[in-house]
């Protein structure tokens, strides 16, 4: 799913966010784009299934199941790249900026979580969402941060017992 | 003493009405309306939220809170609809349309009075339908064997996914990719641990709230700010009188019954969820109306209608969950992981086994829309209030509440990687139109779909006729094809379903 994912990114993560300019070189149908991560999800299942053992239908193993879903997806995926309406919606280009800033400061939280604490990886996770908006300043950053911050301290690890660690 | 409705009924009223059962289902409503009046906020991210929180408690109080959160929504949603012309709720798209009008005709309290009113009728129709079919169908479904449940699996996926998205093969394919996440992890015949890749977190699976809040939480955030952050501006209207005239009841009434009996059929079949409801709900009002014309002005019909029908679905919804255990949406699936984790596996059984579990949930459903009756005519002010907090502080908000919540789900920093792996993935279901509901339903069913075609093939030595050899397996297996059938002779409900959706974008990103 992941390498198939990528592939999909390089394909469309050039351009500008103007999804209205027509960039053909860099372009993929929604179908094919659709085709290609079912495609990629199916064959993943299948080819990795084939660790365990496939038994029979009268005693299956624990790769029967998935290794034939993942071929029944594979087929699904070829009959919507062959069969899908090629005209449709083209994706030309995916914002950069939201989706590294959302998904980076959520991966650097989950990181960083264990070893600086809930009071100091929070402000970064706030951080990069006000990036990700492009609307946040300094100011807007403390004005949200510091409450925000002090509220998930006092809600999760004091008042509903999450064993979280606080400070570094 | 469980065995009809009305006893199994009152028998569950107690257990709605003890004081933390009654507390926990006002925070689910209160909630509830509150995501539903936010646009940027839907019951999936906010029932996959609360979850964790849920573990402590009985199993019924959890259930009675995340159902609070479900309906109440659809209460919530019509709130922004009126003044915003925007569905805070998918469902709750037509009101948009007479609801917005009559309040830049100065009449947006009456709107909101209405569809207050006409969700709690609807709702409590609803509810009653559920009383009264639920047990019917669990009759039938307490004496089905494996290969039996396997049919009803496949006809209540294949219906989830044509029905609600006419004969569409990536949705198939989305089902499947669900079927496969959740082979993910230790297989329970054998106990071999499957694409773990040695990482010891995946040995017990991928959490379906780790894929919930990824895709719905994290995906439909990065699509929002890409659309850009709009302030929208609220009608300077003040809201004066809430309570609409003796004359909107006298054109409103009939309407208001059409509505809840459509919105409780529609709701009972699987993958036609609450804004099918209320779109059928609108085209008959309209067709019945003696001026057709008028609708779309500001008629306060096109209102009452449309409210009652996403209501009375939210209600019905929940049958083919507790009677045969199948979720018919993303949300429902959410429910029926809600039930797992708390050691209940939704099927028939559960109104034999588990009456005060049953009957509780559907004995809250009744207090709740009480409550909800209340809070949306006397609290209006606080919802509008609500209303005027912008989305540029409320997902951060929300991505810290997601992150913090999958990790308490099992203390693990994984889960919250894991879930940002599906945010990337969520949002290019959304950039592709891909809906991921049949994704969560295939994730949720499929250990137990692989479990029963298991046991099937263990009991027929491997004999793949048993299927349709067993009448009911039979029966079932012809009524997947009829459904498949239909999806594909009847293009017309697509049509218009499609029609639906382009009134507004954002449904197709929020239906749940």
């Not at chain 1, 309406?85 to 900026?97: A, I």
């Not at chain 2, 209030?385 to 509440?401: A, G, H, N, Q, R």
């Amino acid at each position: 799913m992941a390498e198939n994912s990528t592939t999909y990114l390089e394909t469309a993560g050039s351009g500008t966010a103007d999804s209205k300019s027509r960039n053909a070189r860099y372009s993929i149908s929604n179908t094919n784009a659709s085709a290609f991560l079912l495609l990629g999800l199916g064959a993943f299942f299948a080819y990795f299934g084939l660790e365990y053992r496939l038994g029979s239908l009268r005693s299956m193993g624990p790769g029967m199941f998935p290794v034939v879903g993942g071929m029944l997806l594979v087929g699904i995926a070829f009959v919507v790249a062959l069969t899908g309406r090629k005209s449709d919606e083209h994706l030309r280009s995916l914002p950069v900026k939201p989706i590294v800033a959302i998904l980076g400061s959520v991966v650097a939280f989950s990181l960083l979580l264990e070893t600086l604490g809930l009071a100091l990886s929070a402000p970064l996770l706030i951080a990069g969402a006000l990036v990700a908006s492009g609307q946040g300043s300094l100011k807007t950053g403390v004005l949200l941060g510091v409450p925000l911050t002090l509220a998930a301290v006092l809600a999760f690890p004091i008042l509903l017992g999450v064993p979280l660690k606080v400070f570094p | 003493m469980w065995d009809t409705g009305i006893s199994g009924l009152l028998g569950g009223l107690l257990v709605a009405v003890e004081p933390i059962n009654l507390f926990i289902c006002f925070i689910g409503v209160v909630l509830g309306t509150l995501v539903g009046v936010l646009p940027g906020v839907g019951p999936v991210v906010t029932i996959s939220l609360l979850l964790p929180l849920t573990f402590g408690m009985e199993p019924v109080t959890a259930l009675i809170m995340l159902a609070g959160i479900y309906y109440g929504a659809q209460y919530g949603g019509s709130t922004t609809a009126i003044l915003l012309k925007l569905p805070g709720e998918t469902a709750a798209v037509l009101t948009c349309l007479d609801g917005n009008q009559l309040a830049r005709n100065g009449r947006a309290g009456a709107a909101l009075g209405m569809s207050a009113i006409s969700s709690f009728v609807a709702g409590t129709i609803g509810t009653l339908a559920v009383v009264f079919f639920a047990p019917l169908l669990v009759s039938i479904a307490l004496d089905f064997g494996p290969a039996e449940n396997v049919s009803l699996m496949l006809l209540g996926l294949t219906a989830a996914v044509m029905v609600a998205q006419g004969p569409s093969l990536p949705a198939v394919g989305m089902l499947v990719a669900g079927i496969l996440l959740g082979t993910i992890g230790t297989d329970t015949s054998t106990g071999i641990a499957r694409y773990h890749f040695g990482i010891p977190e995946l040995r017990d699976g991928v959490n379906f709230v780790v894929i919930a809040m990824g895709i719905y939480g994290f995906g439909e955030i990065i699509a929002n700010l890409e659309e850009g952050l709009k302030q929208e501006k609220l009608p300077t209207a003040r809201i004066t009188n809430i309570y609409p005239t003796r004359d909107d009841f006298r054109r409103s009434w009939k309407a208001i019954l059409r509505g809840s009996f459509i919105g409780s059929a529609v709701g009972f079949l699987p993958g036609l969820g609450t804004s099918a409801g209320a779109f059928a709900a609108y085209t008959v009002e309209k067709k019945v109306s003696a001026h057709p014309e008028l609708f779309g002005t500001g008629v306060i019909e096109g209102v009452a209608a449309p409210e009652a029908a996403n209501n009375a679905a939210a209600q019905t919804n929940f049958i083919p969950l507790l009677t045969l255990g199948l979720p018919s949406g993303a949300i429902m699936a959410l429910m029926a992981g809600a039930m797992m984790i708390h050691g209940v596996v939704p099927g028939p059984a559960v109104m034999t086994t588990r009456p005060e579990l049953f009957w509780g949930l559907i004995a809250s459903m009744f207090v709740g829309n009480l409550m909800l009756l209340f809070l949306n005519l006397n609290l209006i002010r606080v919802w509008v209030k609500v209303l005027t907090i912008p989305y540029s502080i409320l997902f951060p908000v929300i991505m810290l509440l997601c992150a913090i919540g999958i990790y308490s789900l099992n203390n693990s920093t994984f889960d919250i990687l894991l879930a940002a792996f599906f945010g990337l993935v969520g949002y290019i279901f959304i950039k592709l139109k891909l809906e991921p509901a049949p994704l969560l339903m295939g994730f949720v069913l499929g250990p137990m779909l692989e479990e029963n075609f298991r046991r099937t093939m263990t009991i027929a030595r491997g004999d793949l006729t048993i299927f349709i050899s067993k009448p009911i397996s039979a029966g079932l297996l012809a009524a997947t094809a009829l459904t498949i059938f239909f999806s594909l002779v009847l293009p017309r409900l697509r049509r218009t379903r499609h029609r639906a959706n382009f009134t507004n974008p954002k449904i197709e990103k929020t239906n749940a």
